[in-house]
């Protein structure tokens, strides 16, 4: 079996209500989806993946107010985060109710909620009346899928559907913020920047190096890595270290006489994290032994691209 790639909605939401998985679009990366209500097909989910079971899923909606179901309470400062930033790439921690399988939240008494800001997917989620629970699309571990063919390529063997929603807009996964305590804490970095969260909500913490916390078990440190050893610092002092074997993963500079990827010719964060993980992917699949890589401005999502460089980075 291969995985049919498509735009039809319709088909995704039988294979969906027949408790299948189905590989969608969002504006951040590619998901890899089932019913969030239903048990079995989210163990279904953790298999495909080969993810262990303790790292929970975050749940994805079709609107602010389907939250309500879900959850015991929306928060003042949710609240504000969603008419702010939903549809859009953040995450929302809440104490989930009874609704939700365990399964979902790895027996977690908080639910990570998000509206996805995809023509397709919103249009599914609101034909389907019914939440997804998605992981990024990609075996455990391995860097996220920007793209069709990158499902394709890692579980195409495994999935029936992926829907073709083009490459995504944003290119790094959500941000995730814990709104159950005071203040918000922010455990991944993503799409939406920390300065535009304090901007709403005024001040949060971050906190997103944890190796095995529970709190996040899937921040991980050696998480989003490609198979080929990833050393990052000053690419010219590397360069004198490191001489066969290299590619380079550069972000706006470019390297004449090496295989070089640049993240953005004009040196612009969002271009950058767009390209970032299809980077990873072509580096990683080219001959040689080594990339070097270089960190990026550290602000707005430049803070979500020097975390997964590290993490990517991480022995
Ligand atoms: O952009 C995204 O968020 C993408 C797209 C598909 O929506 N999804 C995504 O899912 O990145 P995933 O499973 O690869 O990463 C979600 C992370 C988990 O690894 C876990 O650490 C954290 O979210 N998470 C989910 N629910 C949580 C909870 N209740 N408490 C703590 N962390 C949670
Ligand atoms: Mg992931």
Redesign the pocket.
């Known amino acids: 079996m291969s995985a049919a790639i498509h735009t039809n909605i319709a088909q995704a939401c039988e294979l969906l209500k027949a408790g299948k998985l189905v590989a969608?679009p969002?504006e951040?990366?590619?998901?890899?989806a089932a019913n969030a209500l239903d048990a079995d097909a989210v163990i279904r989910i953790f298999e495909t993946k080969n993810?262990p079971s303790f790292?929970?899923?975050?749940v994805?909606v079709y609107s602010k107010n389907e939250v309500e179901k879900y959850v015991q309470e929306i928060s003042p400062s949710a609240r504000l985060l969603m008419d702010a930033f939903w549809p859009g790439?953040l995450?929302i921690?809440l104490q989930?109710n009874d609704l939700i399988p365990d399964v979902v939240?790895?027996g977690?008494p908080?639910?990570?909620v998000?509206m996805?800001d995809h023509r397709l997917t919103l249009e599914l989620l609101e034909q389907l009346k019914l939440p997804l629970a998605?992981?990024?699309?990609?075996p455990f571990g391995y860097i996220?899928p920007t793209r069709a063919s990158h499902v394709a390529d890692q579980l195409g063997e495994k999935i029936e559907l992926i829907i073709d929603g083009g490459e995504c807009r944003?290119g790094?996964?959500?941000t995730?913020i814990?709104c159950t305590v005071t203040p918000p804490k922010i455990?991944?970095l993503?799409?939406v920047s920390v300065e535009s969260i304090t901007s709403v909500i005024g001040e949060v913490e971050v906190q997103t190096n944890s190796s095995s916390s529970p709190?996040?078990?899937?921040?991980m440190l050696s998480h989003y890595a490609p198979r080929k050893k990833l050393i990052l610092g000053n690419i010219q002092e590397l360069l004198e270290q490191y001489t066969q074997n290299i590619s380079i993963l550069s972000f706006q500079e470019q390297y004449f006489g090496y295989r070089n990827y640049r993240l953005s010719e004009k040196g612009d964060l969002h271009e950058a994290a767009r390209n970032l993980f299809t980077a990873m992917r072509i580096l990683d699949s080219q001959p040689g032994d080594f990339i070097l890589a270089e960190t990026v401005p550290d602000t707005g999502i430049g803070l979500a691209i020097n975390d997964r460089l590290r993490r990517a980075s991480h022995p």
């Open positions: 969608i969002t951040t990366v590619y998901g890899l993810r790292d929970p899923l975050i994805h790439p995450t921690l989930r939240t790895s977690l908080t639910v990570g998000r996805p998605a992981p990024s699309a990609n996220s944003v790094v996964e959500s995730i814990d455990l991944r993503g799409g709190q996040a078990p899937g921040m």
